[in-house]
């Protein structure tokens, strides 16, 4: 089984891809691929990119169900602050919609008081 990956979005645009059967994140248009991340490089994009927004959600996504090519690479943009080790790391990118059949979980994803993100315990290992 290949490890899981995961996407940061909105509840209402996951809602909107079950209707849908796809998701498009808007960096799909404009970068042509969807930005994901593993368990250990969500938080660090979270807090760089998402800090203090409500209503988000992790995609939990198996990419032996994707229909679209995955492709592991270096970061899209610099984290500021991130460990030495994330920033090195290869991320991966989803060259096409997510089929909503490749998502196996969906968990709420709020920030702390502070506007810090934290990794829900079903994730934490």
Known sequence: MSETILHITSREAWNAACQNGSYLAPSLETEGFIHCS??????????????????????VIDP?????VLKWEPPAHVLPDAKPDVEADEFPHIYGPINVDA????????PDPNGQ??????LQR
């Open 38 to 59: 593993t368990a250990e490089q969500a938080v660090p994009v979270a807090n760089a990119f998402y800090a203090g927004q409500r209503g988000l959600v992790l995609l």
């Open 64 to 68: 032996a169900r994707l229909t679209a």
């Open 103 to 110: 998502v196996t979980d969906v968990l709420a994803f709020e």
């Open 117 to 122: 993100f934290i990794l829900p315990p079903a």
